[in-house]
Structure formats: structure tokens, C-alpha cells
């Protein structure tokens, strides 16, 4: 249980790992995460459940601080000291008609069980994509059923050049959705719901909020939706965006931060240059 079986850098900083858990496996459905704790002194992250195979699930890590740089260490044959999981509400999956999937940055690995549920759900899933750079796409041959997939880049380096958001209000202008999901960092996740709003379309964004324990136990994870108290982790992680309160949102995202570098930089001090990166 728990052991590391197959790793895979996807790229800089970013890392695929499938781990044997016969349990999480068996009942994880689509948009639902995972708490782990890398070792018996680290704290408790979430991660997102990218998809699953007989006895293992797969998870996808962006190293950004110095628990997701502890768990991008460690190699196959190493064990995750805790997991808890399933966690948190399925994405809502059933068949709407035209279904349009923002995916950006590690939220492209978020994005692919939902992807492929619609499309076995009879929808028709146009995708974006997006990332900083070319280099920064992964596992796109698993987006291959759906009817279009739109690569968007900050630097032009692959697709359009800009930004999910500018790529969803381009297709809005051309095309009519059911409903549509954005996955990936907060801002991104913003300016879609903003865009979404603006056309009268339904989207579920997926919130990275701070989490503890995971099981609606702390409120740690607390959001505005609608002007109502919800705990991401048992209410969501995913909300309809237009209605997040997203100033709220991001300002206590970035409550620790100070604490965070520290953390970071504490740990490089002990282990030198993160050459695994
Ligand atoms: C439901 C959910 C699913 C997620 N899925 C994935 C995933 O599939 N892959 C992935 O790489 N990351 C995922 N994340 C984000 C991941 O949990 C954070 O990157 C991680 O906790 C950062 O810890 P750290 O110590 O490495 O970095 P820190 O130095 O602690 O933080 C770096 C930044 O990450 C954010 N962060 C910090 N702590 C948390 C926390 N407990 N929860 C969320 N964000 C935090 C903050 O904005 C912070 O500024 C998910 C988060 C949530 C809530
Ligand atoms: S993390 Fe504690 S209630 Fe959600």
C-alpha cells in the first residue's frame, strides 16, 4: 500500500507518479483529490487524482515549496507515509450536448478524467490547453476523443499566442456550449469564470484552496460562494466559478507565504541544489 510504483518527469519541476492503492483505485471517481503526507513530519497536501488502473492511482506534482519538492524526491520502491482519499464531490458528469474543458498549467492532468468521463458520457469536449511554454504540455495523446483540442501559449511558443481565457472568448464567438469547466492557477480560473459569466454559460472551476485535514473538520479550506461559507474540501472542490468570491479567494491563498519561503528555503539550505527538479 502506498508504494511509489512508476515515476515520470513530464517536465521541469512537474512529475507523473501511479501508486499501489487498491482502495483509493477502486472508488475514485473524476474531479476528486487526494490528502498525502509525504513522511511523518511533513504536512498534509492535496493533490488531485489523475487517474486510476486496476490496484493504482495516478497523480501528477508541480513542485512549488517544500512539501510538493520532498514528494518529487522520492523515487519508485519509496512509500507516501499517509493518503487519505477519495476526497471531495465528483465532478458532475452526465451529457449536456457541447461541453467546452479549459485545462491550464498541472490542471491539464486535473482535467483529463473529467474530459474522458464526458466524452464517454456521449458529450462532444472541445478542449484548451494552456501553459507558459511549449515545454510545459504533457499527456496530450489522452485528450485523442475529444472533438477539438486548442493549444494555448503565454509565449507563443506552441498554439495561440495569450491566454485560455482570450482562446475560450474567441470559440464563444463562433461556437455555443452547454457548459463548460476551467482547471488551473487561480487567475486563470478567474478570467475564464469572468468570460463564462459574460456569455451566460455555467462553468465549474476546481479549487486548489488550502486544505488540513480535508474532511470538512477545520474550515482551513473556507470559500465565498454566493456570499455563503463552503468548505472546499467537502462542498467542493468544484463550484460554479461565476459565483466564487475570488478577491476573498486568492488573498487567503497567499496567507502563509511568508512562512512558505522560509520553508523552501530552509529545506534548500539542508539539501543543496534540487538537481531531481
Ligand atoms: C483539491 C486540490 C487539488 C490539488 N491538486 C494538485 C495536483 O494535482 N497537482 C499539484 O501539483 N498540486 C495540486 N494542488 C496544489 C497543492 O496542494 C499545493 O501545490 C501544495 O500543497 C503546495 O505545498 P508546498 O509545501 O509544496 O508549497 P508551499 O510553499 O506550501 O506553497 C506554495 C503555494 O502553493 C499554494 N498552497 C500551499 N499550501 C497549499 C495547500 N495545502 N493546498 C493548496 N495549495 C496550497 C499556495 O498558493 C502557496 O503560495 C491541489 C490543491 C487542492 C486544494
Ligand atoms: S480542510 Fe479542514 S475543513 Fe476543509
Not at 19 to 34: R, S
Not at 188 to 195: L, P, R
Not at 209 to 227: E, F, H, K, Q, S
Amino acid at each position: 500500500m502506498n508504494e511509489i510504483l512508476e515515476k515520470k518527469k513530464l517536465a521541469y519541476g512537474v512529475h507523473l507518479f501511479w501508486i499501489k492503492n487498491e482502495l483509493i483505485a477502486k472508488k475514485a471517481k473524476p474531479g476528486q483529490f487526494v490528502i498525502f503526507r509525504t513522511h511523518d513530519s511533513g504536512e498534509r497536501i492535496p493533490i488531485t487524482i489523475a487517474g486510476v488502473n486496476n490496484n493504482k492511482f495516478r497523480v501528477i506534482v508541480k513542485a512549488v515549496g517544500k512539501s510538493t519538492y520532498e514528494l518529487c524526491k522520492l523515487q519508485p520502491g519509496d512509500k507516501i507515509a499517509d493518503i487519505s482519499g477519495p476526497l471531495g464531490m465528483p465532478s458532475e458528469i452526465k451529457f449536456y450536448g457541447k461541453v467546452l474543458v479549459v485545462g491550464g498549467g498541472v490542471g491539464i492532468a486535473t482535467i483529463i478524467p473529467i474530459v474522458q468521463a464526458l466524452i464517454s458520457s456521449g458529450n462532444d469536449v472541445d478542449v484548451i490547453l494552456a501553459s507558459r511554454s511549449r515545454e510545459f504540455f504533457f499527456l496530450t495523446d489522452e485528450f485523442e476523443n475529444a472533438k477539438n483540442v486548442y493549444y494555448v501559449t503565454d509565449d507563443g511558443s506552441f498554439g495561440d499566442k495569450g491566454f485560455a481565457h482570450e482562446k475560450m472568448d474567441k470559440l464563444l464567438k463562433e461556437k455555443q456550449y452547454d457548459i463548460a469547466w476551467a482547471i488551473g492557477p487561480a487567475l486563470m480560473m478567474k478570467a475564464c469564470s469572468e468570460v463564462a459569466k459574460k456569455n451566460n454559460l455555467k462553468i465549474w472551476v476546481s479549487l486548489n484552496a488550502i486544505m488540513v485535514d480535508g474532511t470538512g473538520m477545520c474550515g482551513g479550506c473556507r470559500v465565498l460562494i454566493n456570499n455563503e461559507m463552503k468548505y472546499t474540501c467537502v462542498d467542493g472542490p468544484e463550484f460554479d466559478g461565476r459565483l466564487v468570491n475570488w478577491d476573498s479567494f486568492m488573498i487567503r491563498l497567499s496567507q502563509y507565504r511568508e512562512e512558505e519561503k522560509l520553508a523552501l528555503e530552509r529545506y534548500l539550505e539542508k539539501v543543496g541544489e534540487p538537481t531531481w527538479l
